[in-house]
């Protein structure tokens, strides 16, 4: 699996014309599913990123978690982050098809829930806007299939 998590002050995906999902502070997450991502990958991601601590605590320093500050995630499915990019033009034939990718989304988004965290989505699939007011910026990129 492949995750770009963005530390916002806030996010919101729009789906014609519609906020689907919207947040305050908290995590913009972009996942991507690999064709052998497994629902072990999965739940490890989950905890990783739910305890990355990327806020600032009171001496300026990124000590904090995403509980400590009471943020929530705003989750995006991205099969992009598995772009093949040897040409000019990206292939997507290494983003996991539908079948998998959609039940270990919506599994990432479970696991989160299930640590306390409220979780908004876009949809699967969809044409969605994705509106951010970045924080810092702070962006960090997980890739599962890389130690």
Known sequence: MRAVVTRVN????????Q???????GFLILLGV???DTEAVCDKLAEKICNLRIFEDENGKMNL??????GSL?????????ADTSSRRPGFSHAAKPD???PLYE???DQCRRRGFQVEHGQFGADMQVASIN??????LFDTEKP
């Open 65 to 70: 978690n995403l509980e400590q500050t009471g």
């Open 10 to 17: 806030s996010a919101s995906v729009t789906i014609d014309g």
């Open 100 to 102: 998998l990718a959609v």
């Open 135 to 140: 924080d810092g910026p702070v962006t960090i």
């Open 107 to 109: 599994r990432f988004m």
């Open 34 to 36: 690999g064709p052998e």
């Open 74 to 82: 705003l989750v995006v499915s991205q099969f992009t982050l598995y």
């Open 19 to 25: 906020v689907e999902g919207a947040i305050e502070k």
